[in-house]
């Protein structure tokens, strides 16, 4: 994915970036992004509140880095954003079960609502947005089946309905993929 982002067409052809990380934290990827000098603390304080224990995760730092490196060199107008669609997850607020019970969300409905509003909100960007997301969330046309018979309508699927089928695409990798 950092290859991917440093590629010199890609800005041209992408604005936004959009990642399965909790939206609470948006605020700090905010001030990542827009700060002349790459503080990664910002992104470290985002992933240690990413769940109860953290996310210690080299290459997603490494992938926020990649992104603030390639603005560098962009104008402000055509510079990437990185926007996080999933859940909250405000661990400070959290104490109890009762205190989780107001973030637990559709999460597939949740960061397809995200998407959507976000490019509502930044329809003078023409360029493509890029969704960064588990392949549990990417089917494009049918029902994920967790646990029997639970069915999940994905993302992706999501996605599609709100967006026409010709504006969505799906890309899965055809390896392991052992970080993200």
Known sequence: NSSLVADTDFAKHVGTIYMELPANNQNLIDEFLANDECDEMLV???LRDMMWTGWPDKAMLDFFIT???VNQNLKP????RIVLVD???PWKKIKKRENWRKYDVDRDKYMADNIINDRKSHSKDKRNGLFLVGVGHTALNFNISYFGDISQKTAGWHLQQK???ENIYAIMQHRCVMTN
């Open 44 to 46: 470290i304080k985002m």
């Open 67 to 69: 992104v603030w490196e």
């Open 77 to 80: 107008e055509d510079r990437l």
């Open 87 to 89: 859940m909250e997850r």
């Open 163 to 165: 967006l026409g089928r």
